[in-house]
């Protein structure tokens, strides 16, 4: 089984930037597409990015095209997600998951959770 564990939530202001992390151990790391989704209060989780194993291939809703960039490092068991230009409708709690196939044309999570990490983005 996968664990998962997130971090580099924080408070930031409008216009800035955070990196998050996802440390992962339990199994192969490099195996399936890894990324991320979030869930901002009283609504649905959504999509937010995932990347191959190879890291070259990647994939990104439409809301955070251009400002974030999701990474990988195999070596350290890791995915990574930068996020510039911070808005404040990117305030969520952000979840990294272990498999993220496109189901229907749409991605969706198979795998593992991690307990999430808080991003507040103030105006």
């Known amino acids: 089984q996968v664990q998962l564990v997130e971090s580099g939530g924080g408070l930031v202001q409008a216009g800035g930037s955070l990196r998050l992390s996802c440390a992962t151990s339990?199994?192969?790391?490099?195996?399936?597409?890894m990324g991320w989704f979030r869930q901002a209060p009283g609504k649905e989780r959504e999509f937010v990015a995932r990347?191959?194993?190879?890291?070259?291939?990647?994939l990104y809703a439409d809301s955070v095209k251009g400002r974030f960039t999701i990474s990988r490092d195999n070596a350290k068991n890791t995915v990574y997600l930068q996020m510039n230009s911070l808005k404040p409708e990117d305030t969520a709690v952000y979840y990294c998951?272990?498999?993220?196939?496109?189901?229907?044309?749409?991605?969706?999570?198979?795998?593992?959770w991690g307990q999430g990490t808080q991003v507040t983005v103030s105006s």
């Open positions: 998951n272990s498999e993220i196939r496109i189901a229907g044309g749409t991605p969706r999570a198979f795998g593992s």
């Open positions: 339990g199994r192969t790391f490099s195996s399936w597409p």
């Open positions: 990347i191959r194993w190879s890291g070259n291939n990647t």
